[in-house]
């Protein structure tokens, strides 16, 4: 398999994920999306740590793999919590915040 | 002990300290006792100096006592230095010991009293300052002086606050002074920068010796008038001449021992000192001299004026005070130094010892100091009355009292002084005339003061008559002590005519003993000095006689007659010539005015409308604008965060600038060379377009291009950089000149 498939893949990962993030109105769907996005990052890292021969971008990936366990703990506290207060976990409707 | 000079001032500005922190625990007993002895000490140690230490050094400018070098930077430096020499060592001994004697007086005159350990805390602060400013060698320890009495001043005219008046009077003093202090500060700052040092002794070195003091400064008048004008304008703040002499006769509203201390025998008197101690520089500048002499000579005329009106018997004093301050300027502007210092010597004594009568006086009248309302009390104290009497008749000149010396060697000088050259030569005769006008009106309300409050019947109320009594002991001693300072403090300079008489030759001992501080005394004709004599003893007698005839036991028909022919008159000078009126509409409502136009353009506009409110306009303004984009809703956010982070990744994906663009121009040949690290890795491609048509002419790989153009001429060429990965390119021109 040519080296640029890994990257193609992990684009469309990262759009994928992005595209998640910015339009799903529902909390655990957006958290979901970030995981995607956080993939895709790691498959480039490990791809272009593969074509290139350096070690490092592998040691990176595993970063970001305890980066997301990390993230997804907090971030589904969040949302638990926001739940337990607004009964819902529409993003359109958390607004506190507004203006 | 001789060079110990810094426990003069000291000692009582430690007792201040101390009663200020302390004194509220204390008793009465204790309160007075600490304040008295500090001051009490300080008089012994100025005794010792004076009369052991000083003689031996006197010619060699006396003693010194060098404390600490106070502050230096640059071509300044300023020793915080004393120094008692002929002149300062007087000025010592008078403020030390009528201070205590005041201190002892205030025992009984303020036994009454709650606020006790303030009023003796502000006492001995008072004594404290002025022995700095008598004692300093430098103008910014003078200075420090200068204003701690008038500190201390302004919170003893202020004492009983309670009451308006007293704290307006307070501060109305304060504020003049401020006036006069602006002035003092501009005369040693033009005698630094003239001379380069603010040492006393070095600036009348300088005058004496340099030029720096003679050059022309402005309007063609020397350093030295200016300076010792300004120095002058302080000295009329502080002692209480035109046009600062206002606030004298409102500082009554303190304590009577205050009055007495402060307002008539020292602090009044240090602009005296002031123009004696820089008598070297007045000397070159006689016109300055004749502006003190004048201004001297007119505030003696004109409070002695104000003081046939009066009848609060401590305004009679006042107006008197302004009036012999008054005197002692023409002493010192007639470059007769020692004369003027002479008359302070001697005024100190009298003028006290009045000041405290009138406090005796007022104490038996319940408080009360209108005249009007007195007569005969001669009867009820008999010791007030006494001691009255002597000052009475030494501040009227009558001879062999102490002020009759004093005005006479004032007047002589007046009339013989030569210091004024040809141009100015009338001021002397001038001043002089004025003066025995001045000395007339003085014998003349001090014996309306003497007749109306001592002789005749009593003219107040049933009820106050009961309570007359003589004052206790406390209060008696010191008056005691002042009469017979009024009597004998003539003989500190008893004039040349009269010592030829008994023997001896030479000039008296007082200007002998002040010359090395303030010059040679004046030589004077014998005949001429008891021309003088004469004509000052028949003034002071016609004056008394004048007042006899008067209120010689009470109001006569003379008084009636006057006041009913001339009301106007009479009606003018009771309302001291509606001068504070005067001030204030052509003073205070102006500068009201430009304050307020201030306030309103400045403070209300200028600040609070346009500087704070233009930046809270703009906060408002700003704050409208963002809050639109601050949704509450995190996927817009996060949209323009990634819109963000796209365009500076594209930015960040551009072609980098080559290092160095090169243009060769040979004839019509143009070669264009760039130096570009990035070339080498075969992305970029480079487009040139010569002839600014807008498509390239050359492109390629390589970083270089040539072109052979038609004609001369001013010529641009574009390249293009262009990454063929990420489609994005820069842009940049160059150009030149074919010939």
């Known amino acids: 398999m040519p080296g640029h498939f890994y990257i193609l893949v992990s684009l469309a990962l990262f759009f994928i994920g992005t595209t998640g993030v910015l339009m799903r109105r529902n909390a655990l769907f957006v958290l979901m999306s970030v995981e995607l996005q956080l993939a895709a990052g790691s498959l480039a890292l490990v791809a272009f740590s593969r074509g290139l021969g350096d070690q490092r971008g592998h040691v990176v990936a595993f970063f970001v793999m305890a980066l997301a366990a990390a993230e997804a703990a907090i971030g589904l506290a969040i949302v638990v919590s926001i739940y337990r207060v607004n009964r819902k976990i529409d993003l359109a409707t958390i607004d506190e915040l507004r203006n | 002990m001789l060079s110990q000079l810094r426990f003069i001032p000291l000692l009582p500005l430690l007792g201040a300290a101390y009663l200020i922190l302390f004194g509220r625990r204390h008793s009465k007993r204790v309160i007075h006792t600490v304040a008295t002895v500090a001051v009490f000490a300080s008089c012994v140690i100025s005794l010792d100096a004076f009369f052991f230490g000083l003689p031996q050094v006197v010619r060699e400018g006396g003693i010194i006592d060098a404390v600490f070098p106070w502050f230096a930077g640059g071509d300044l430096a300023v020793d915080f230095t004393l120094r008692m020499d002929a002149l300062s060592g007087l000025l010592c001994l008078v403020v030390t010991f009528i201070g205590t004697l005041i201190h002892v007086y205030s025992v009984g005159y303020m036994a009454h009293e709650k606020d006790y350990a303030r009023f003796f805390a502000y006492l001995n602060l008072f004594c404290g300052a002025m022995l700095m400013l008598v004692l300093g060698d430098t103008l910014p320890v003078v200075f420090i002086g200068w204003e701690g009495v008038g500190l201390a001043s302004y919170l003893l005219i202020g004492f009983w606050y309670q009451e308006n008046a007293n704290a307006s009077a307070g501060k109305k003093a304060f504020i003049t002074n401020r006036i006069g202090d602006f002035g003092f500060l501009i005369g040693m700052f033009l005698l630094f920068r003239a001379t380069g040092t603010v040492n006393i002794p070095d600036i009348l070195d300088a005058a004496k010796t340099g030029s720096a003091l003679t050059a022309p400064l402005w309007l063609g008048q020397s350093v030295a008038f200016w300076a010792g004008l300004f120095l002058f304008v302080g000295a009329a703040g502080k002692s209480a001449q035109i046009p600062l002499y206002v606030w004298l006769p409102d500082a009554m509203a303190g304590p009577t021992p205050v009055s007495a201390l402060i307002h008539a025998a020292t602090m009044v008197t240090a602009g005296v000192y002031l123009v004696a101690r820089m008598s070297a520089v007045y000397m070159l500048a006689p016109a300055a001299l004749a502006i003190v002499a004048i201004v001297g000579a007119l505030t003696a005329v004109f409070a002695a004026i104000i003081g046939f009106a009066q009848n609060d018997f401590k305004k009679v004093l006042a107006y008197s005070t302004v009036s012999q301050l008054g005197f002692m300027f023409v002493g010192v502007g007639t470059a007769n130094f020692a004369a003027g210092i002479f008359h302070l010597f001697t005024h100190a004594f009298f003028k006290a010892g009045l000041f405290l009568c009138a406090g005796s006086v007022m104490h038996a009248m319940g408080g009360s100091g209108d005249i009007t309302r007195m007569g005969g009390l001669a009867k009820r104290l008999p010791w007030t009355t006494r001691v009255f009497q002597v000052c009475w008749l030494a501040i009227s000149g009558v001879p062999l009292f102490s002020g009759f010396f004093s005005k006479d060697a004032i007047l002589d000088g007046a009339f013989a002084t030569e210091v004024y050259g040809h141009g100015l030569a009338w001021v002397g005769p001038l001043v002089g005339g004025l003066l ?168 209300r506009i200028l600040i609070d409308k346009i500087l704070i409110g233009g930046w809270t306009f703009l906060a408002d303004i700003l704050g409208r604008v963002f809050r639109f984009f601050q949704s509450g809703d995190i996927q817009r956010y996060l949209a323009a965060f990634a819109i963000g982070a796209a365009v500076v990744v594209w930015i960040a994906a551009r072609p980098t600038l080559p290092d160095d663009v090169r243009v060769k121009v040979e004839g019509r040949t143009v070669k264009v060379d760039m130096v570009d690290p990035d070339a080498s890795r075969g992305a970029l491609r480079y487009s040139f377009d010569f002839d600014g048509d807008g498509t390239p002419d050359r492109s390629g790989p390589t970083p270089s291009a040539t072109w052979i153009y038609g004609g001369v001429d001013h010529h641009e060429v574009t390249i293009t950089i262009e990454d063929s990965r990420w489609h994005t390119r820069r842009i940049l021109t160059r150009t030149f000149d074919l010939r």
């Open chain 2, 436 to 603: 025995l006008l001045a000395a007339l009106g003085t014998a003349f309300y001090m014996s309306r003061l003497y007749f109306l409050v001592f002789t005749g019947p009593c003219r107040a109320d049933e009820h106050v008559q009961q309570h007359i009594h003589e004052s206790p002991a406390s209060m008696v001693f010191p008056l005691v002590v002042l009469a017979v300072g009024a009597v004998l403090a003539g003989l500190a300079a008893i004039p040349p005519a009269i010592r030829e008489l008994f023997g001896k030759h030479g000039e008296s001992t007082l200007a002998t003993w002040l010359a090395p501080a303030v010059g040679e005394p004046m030589e004077i004709a014998h005949s001429a000095e008891w021309r003088v004599m004469g004509i000052s003893t028949v003034v002071a007698l016609v004056g008394i006689g004048l007042a006899y005839a008067f209120y010689g036991g009470g109001y006569r028909q003379p008084a009636h007659a006057f006041v009913q022919k001339m009301p106007g008159f009479v009606a003018l000078a009771r309302d001291k010539f509606r001068i504070d009126e005067l001030y204030a509409k052509v003073l205070l409502r102006p500068f009201r005015l430009f304050c307020n136009i201030v306030f309103q353009l400045v403070d």
